[in-house]
Structure formats: structure tokens, C-alpha cells
Nanobody
């Protein structure tokens, strides 16, 4: 079993930055994939970024490439999402999730464990 807790959400003006953290506990193997997704009201859950728990290659959704960065903080045992140049359309609840599979996927249904989410609001 894996437990995930997101933190770092809040309100910011367009062009600003936020850093989200996902604290993971439980039985996590280095091959597991950690993903960030977001969901705005009335919209489907959207892939944001992912990487393996062990680090390495990173993957991003097209709408956040060049602005968001996913990274492992080994000291705090978290997976962080640095969000720069935020836009109003980035407003959503952001979730971290774990996929026990071997291949990085952008499909929310493939992920096995989810956090409770953290709200990010970007005003114009």
C-alpha cells in the first residue's frame, strides 16, 4: 500500500510560481512511476508530468512543457513539481499518483494510488 500527500498549493497571479510536493510513504519500489495530474472543474483529469521514483527521465504534458519541472527530493523523500510562468488555465486541483507498472503512461486510469489533491488557483 502507498500513501500520498500533496502540499504547496495556493493562489498566485499569472506569471508567478508555485512548488508542489508529494510525500510518499509505504511500500514503494524504485521502478514505480510517480505522476502529477490536474483536474479543472468540468474537465477530465489531465496528465502534467511523471518520472520514476528512482529518478531519471522526465515526461511532461504539452501544455506545461518548458514551464513545469518534476524532480525527486531524496532528503525529504518527496516528488516535487516546480511550476513557473503560471497561467490562469493552470488553475486546477493537482494530484500526485503512483503507477506500479513498468512503462511511463499519461493515462490516469493506469495509476494505482492517488493523493487527495491540492488546489492551485492562478488569477489574471
Amino acid at each position: 500500500q502507498v500513501q500520498l500527500v500533496e502540499s504547496g498549493g495556493g493562489s498566485v497571479r499569472a506569471g508567478g510560481s508555485l512548488r508542489l510536493s508529494c510525500a510518499a510513504s509505504g511500500r514503494i519500489f524504485s521502478s514505480y512511476i510517480i505522476g502529477w495530474f490536474r483536474q479543472a472543474p468540468g474537465k477530465e483529469r489531465e496528465f502534467v508530468a511523471a518520472q520514476r521514483w528512482s529518478g531519471g527521465s522526465t515526461y511532461y504534458g504539452d501544455s506545461v512543457k518548458g514551464r513545469f519541472t518534476i524532480s525527486r527530493d531524496y532528503a525529504r523523500n518527496t516528488v516535487d513539481l516546480q511550476m513557473n510562468s503560471l497561467k490562469p488555465e493552470d488553475t486546477a486541483v493537482y494530484y500526485c499518483a503512483v503507477d506500479r507498472g513498468m512503462t511511463v503512461t499519461t493515462t490516469a486510469g493506469a495509476y494505482d494510488y492517488w493523493g487527495q489533491g491540492t488546489q492551485v488557483t492562478v488569477s489574471s
